[in-house]
């Protein structure tokens, strides 16, 4: 491999046997110049890439009791790994499991690793997703803030939006958004008969069934393979801020602000299985690498260790008809001097992805799948497929594909559910829950959202010569405890232990 450039697999060689030291990695470790320079400066590093941290950490501190703790802590960063040294092994995933990593043992008891399920189904005879924030080893002895960052740059900001046509909810708010910021401006549309004919090969890459997450990497993919066809590699994603500051419309029916924190929590916990899991493979499937500022961990500490009340939706008086959720982060952004963003935007209710591309989207979505799925599958659901039964024919028509790639009762079992708490309609939209101004509207007018579509068969982007598109630029909650619903089936034999890189990971 060509060392220069960073190719994977790494190696170093050591001073000691037994040697090299090889290493796998996906990734990006954001503090790994501080590593470079602090305390591995007296160490050479021949290549600029990130990874070499990871093995030069492995080298420094493989001989010190319970390393593989300190090295992991010392990360900043979203990763899974593995290192090979000699007979010693280990493998590791960033506290949230933004990046995958899946593991199994085979017929011959060997462990396998891979940021890929379909890699490894077919070899293994037990097989799981990786817990975030947990190692393994194995051994013979045991948006806003970047364009401001960017101001006076020869680079601007670029910005991107999808939906089916001009007039869906994130495209507007996108589009005033960048006219207000400067930012070059470009916009994707897709059709609703493109989504569902991408949906195939969307499950392919995702490896779920998940229909809360079907939905909203549908128009996050064709996003990623606008941009990528640019030639763009790093894109900012504001995955985390929902679940850390309860931003959910189902938030507004939380009990009291313990159950609210608990709530927090269990999701913040639960972002490997769902939304960080769409975005890191929908990225990878078109080259691209997603960095997630509000996942920082100094960050996260921090809005974690906000009482839980000062996070719960409120009203703004003057800007907002009824409580508002993320109201202390919407809050610590208005700037009467030099805003941020217009009040508009930044006191705009919740529009979860899926809905925000356009109504229409899962409304035509939910009458195709249930055109395909006949009442008398629904009717033999249990018998088919008896774990995480779908209780609706687009759960169905979605987890009869993801059973066509990936047959095993392992795979099946890695998927987990992303449902909304505190209310009786358990469809993941928005828009199912009562606080959504547009469920309002319906309820009162007995309506359903108008659909659109689009009638061209390849996606649609308008760049920045669109003048209409152009904007103003020329150019005491312990989080380390896992969810109960997560942690009986975290590995093949129900024994991972739990804690944010606390323990090690069993795997027999």
Not at 5 to 24: D, H, I
Not at 138 to 145: A, E, W
Not at 409 to 437: C, F, I, Y
Request: net charge negative.
């Amino acid at each position: 491999p060509n060392q220069s450039s960073g190719c994977q697999p790494l190696y170093r060689n050591v001073a000691a046997p037994p040697q090299p030291l090889m290493g796998f990695y996906n990734g990006e470790i954001y503090n790994w110049r501080f590593i470079q320079d602090g305390s591995l400066a007296e160490l050479c590093f021949p290549t600029t890439c990130d990874s070499e941290a990871i093995l030069k950490l492995y080298e420094k501190m493989n001989d010190q009791p319970e390393f593989e703790h300190e090295l992991c802590l010392a990360l900043d960063g979203v990763f899974a790994f593995a290192v090979i040294y000699g007979d010693e092994f280990m493998a590791a995933r960033d506290p949230i499991g933004v990046k995958p990593l899946y593991w199994g043992t085979d017929a011959g008891e060997r462990k396998l690793f891979s940021s890929e399920m379909k890699v490894i189904e077919d070899s293994c005879d037990e097989m799981a997703a990786f817990p975030p924030g947990h190692f393994y080893l194995d051994s013979s002895l045991i948006s806003t803030i970047a364009a401001r960052a960017l101001r006076g740059s020869d680079h601007p900001l670029r910005s991107f939006s999808i939906g089916l046509d001009r007039e869906a909810p994130d495209a507007v708010a996108a589009r005033k958004i960048a006219h207000f910021l400067g930012t070059q401006h470009h916009e994707c549309y897709f059709s609703v008969q493109e989504g569902i004919e991408l949906i195939t090969q969307l499950i392919w890459h995702l490896e779920t069934y998940d229909v809360t997450s079907i939905r909203a990497s549908t128009p996050m993919y064709f996003l990623f393979r606008h941009i990528s066809k640019m030639g763009i590699k790093v894109v900012l994603s504001g995955e985390g801020a929902d679940e850390i500051f309860g931003g959910y419309l189902y938030f507004h029916n939380a009990p009291d602000d313990a159950e609210f924190q608990k709530e927090t929590i269990r999701r913040v916990n639960l972002l490997s299985t769902a939304d960080c899991l769409r975005e890191d493979k929908s990225t990878m499937a078109n080259s691209l690498e997603a960095r997630v500022p509000f996942l920082d961990k100094q960050f996260l500490a921090l809005a974690m260790s906000i009482a839980p009340a000062h996070k719960r939706p409120k009203m703004e008086p003057g800007k907002t008809e009824r409580p508002m959720e993320k109201w202390i982060l919407r809050k610590a952004f208005e700037d009467k001097d030099d805003p941020f963003l217009p009040d508009e935007i930044l006191w705009r209710q919740k529009e979860q992805f899926s809905d925000g591309v356009g109504y229409g989207w899962i409304d035509e979505l939910i009458d195709h799948c249930s055109a395909q799925i006949s009442d008398e599958e629904m009717a033999n659901a249990s018998s088919i497929f008896p774990h995480n039964t779908p209780a609706t024919k687009e759960a169905f028509f979605v987890r009869k594909i993801f059973h066509q790639h990936f047959p095993s009762d392992s795979a099946t079992q890695t998927v987990l559910k992303w449902v909304p708490k505190w209310q009786k309609n358990e469809d993941p939209s928005g828009r199912a829950n009562s606080m959504h101004d547009q469920a309002k509207a319906e309820e009162a007018e007995g309506t359903k959202p108008t659909t659109t579509t689009m009638t061209t068969m390849d996606e649609h982007c308008v760049d920045k010569e669109d003048k209409d598109v152009q904007g103003g630029h020329p150019e005491e909650d312990k989080q380390k405890e896992c969810p109960e619903e997560v942690g009986s089936d975290l590995s093949p034999n129900n024994e991972v232990q739990k804690g944010i890189f606390g323990e090690r990971c069993q795997l027999s």
